[in-house]
């Protein structure tokens, strides 16, 4: 037997600054074009204070040095890109048009290493690139744009770009095909204009391949007393990864913001103290995000990123009364990032979970924590958080599966020591008060099944009604607590595998109020209270039905907990 949790994704694919928002199923599917976002451009720390300033989209990472650029693609050394200025006066980038947005990088468990409230830019500016010439550049998902700012009476003919890692060639139609090693980018027929009374004048003009292979631009009548606004348009949409970021769930505040969390690459470039927030993480690391938007989706408030010397992945988010937001999720990380955190057994190479709360502007932690055997425990286990609840006092549970040894407050059920195959999957549930005081930790029974057989296995789904009464659905085998009051007593079948669940736990977690099997479906993938101002209310459930795993399971970046 192999085990590998499969992580059910069930929103859209979206970028780690550059979002479209996910959608949940049986909610309004508000939606957010990712190519009408504008790139967020930051400063890089480096190690010799060198400016820089880099933008993110969709895995691929532009970073602007002192007269150059560079473009890091998603795919291969032989894609990256480099665009020089020969001739050029040295000219430093800096970032103009502040944003309300800002980034925090809480990676690694030295909060003194982390960066937070790192500002955002609508545009990087060269200033006087060449002798009256300044550039600009700005962009949105799938293209990026930089002007070249002609003052009156300088020479436009002065500018040059160079290309470094690809060959350019003109086409029919006015542009330029940039050829690489891995495929081809694109700059559309230059757009080449003047503004007189506010209104804007387009001149004519193309651009010039030079016998060196240099890029330059041929202007035909302008008015040389006027500035001049030359612009070609890089498109990069061909590039963009499709598997750089998924968003996997979303959630709103009182005031209408919209959350959204998921795992993504850290982006390119990582190189050597150049990121002065990851000292351990490498290029492409799989982080978790969290990133803010605005109620009407226009505007990035923050993007955090989470994660440490190895992947960090969610799996649930909620947001409380202040606005922060709560994201459970699974690492194999030594040094992801806690704060008043219950002690672990030491991980020894095994997957833990997660449970973070964020501050409003998600530049530091309320609390986190980890989830795993207790230090006492005798042996190591893989632990799993797989969905996270809020009730009204913004107390915060969290469930999911670990093996024997996991952490159980005094007088807590304590049902576990499952294991037929070499296995536990002991489903939990805790709760932790605003500030990460541990109020419970209880193990309400063994999941695993005790035939052999195929699909997911273990707690996906948690709601809280406003007694404090927790619903944890998921999927079990023969072994799993059932109530005499149960809709289903047993699984169906001469040999049964495992079915869908629901137990309502009660507020103190010494008890079962139910627990019931249910008929049959592929995986629970969401449950909710039908209102939440009473307790004892009966309960929503979504599923996905019909097998096979692949069509109904996306495997993330890492995978763990499936019986196969």
């Known amino acids: 037997m192999t085990n590998a949790r499969s992580v059910a994704v069930i929103w859209t694919v979206l970028s780690l600054s550059l979002l479209c928002l996910a959608q949940e199923p049986s909610q309004n599917r508000s939606r957010i074009s990712q190519a009408s976002l504008p790139i967020q451009f930051e400063p890089v720390a480096t190690a010799d204070n060198s400016s820089k300033m880099i933008g993110r989209v969709s895995g691929a990472a532009v970073v602007f040095q002192s007269s150059a650029v560079d473009l890091y693609l998603p795919t291969t050394e032989a894609s990256n890109l480099k665009i020089g200025f020969p001739g050029s006066q040295a000219s430093d980038p800096i970032g103009v048009d502040l944003l309300h947005s800002q980034t925090n990088y809480l990676v690694g468990n030295d909060s003194g290493s982390w960066r937070t409230h790192v500002p955002n830019y609508r545009q990087v500016k060269y200033p006087a690139l060449y002798p009256g010439v300044d550039a600009y550049f700005y962009g949105n998902g799938r293209t990026m744009e930089h002007d070249f700012m002609v003052s009156p009476g300088a020479d436009y003919r002065l500018i040059r770009m160079r290309i470094g890692g690809g060959k350019a060639k003109l086409k029919k139609d006015g542009g330029l095909s940039i050829e690489m090693a891995t495929g081809s980018l694109d700059f559309g027929h230059p757009v080449i204009y003047q503004r007189q009374n506010g209104i804007r004048i387009p001149r004519k003009g193309s651009f010039r391949l030079l016998r060196n292979g240099d890029i330059a631009f041929r202007v035909a009548r302008y008015n040389r007393a006027q500035p001049l606004i030359i612009d070609p348009v890089l498109s990069f949409a061909t590039y963009l990864s499709q598997d750089a970021a998924d968003a996997m769930y979303i959630a709103t505040d009182s005031a209408g913001n919209n959350y959204v969390t998921g795992y993504a690459s850290l982006g390119f470039p990582v190189t050597t103290k150049a990121f002065a927030g990851c000292t351990t993480c490498t290029a492409s690391a799989v982080v978790t995000f969290i990133s803010k938007l605005s109620p009407d989706g226009t505007a990035l408030l923050y993007s955090t990123v989470l994660g440490g010397n190895a992947f960090a992945q969610p799996t649930g988010l909620a947001v409380d009364s202040k ?186 977690a010494k008890s079962l109020v139910y627990s019931t099997y249910l008929d049959y479906a592929y995986v629970v993938t969401g449950i909710s209270p039908l209102a939440t101002a009473m307790s004892g209310l009966p309960v929503t459930l979504w599923a996905q039905i019909t097998p096979p795993l692949s069509t109904h399971i996306r495997k993330g970046p890492q995978q763990a907990g499936s019986h196969s």
């Open 323 to 508: 606005g922060n937001a709560v994201v459970s999720g699974w690492t194999g990380a030594t040094d992801f990032p806690t704060k008043n955190g219950q002690p672990i057994l030491a991980q020894n190479n095994n997957d833990v979970g997660f449970l973070v709360s964020l501050s409003a502007d998600g530049s530091s932690l309320n609390f986190g924590t980890l989830l795993g055997p207790a230090p006492t425990a005798t042996q190591n286990s893989l632990t799993y958080a797989m969905a996270v609840a809020l009730d009204p006092s913004d107390n915060a549970y969290v469930t999911g599966e670990t093996g024997n040894g996991f952490p159980v407050t005094q007088g807590a059920l304590n049902q576990g020591g499952g294991g037929t195959f070499g296995n536990q999957f002991n489903v939990y549930v805790a709760k932790f008060g605003p500030t990460g005081t541990l109020l419970y930790s209880a193990v309400i029974g063994a999941a695993d099944p005790q035939n052999g057989g195929g699909g997911p296995i273990g707690a996906y789904a948690l709601a809280v009604d406003a007694g404090g009464n927790a619903y944890v659905a998921g999927q079990a085998g023969t072994l799993w607590p059932i109530s005499s009051n149960a809709y289903l007593k047993q699984i169906p079948g001469s040999m049964p595998y495992a079915n869908p669940f629901v137990t309502k736990v009660a507020p103190d």
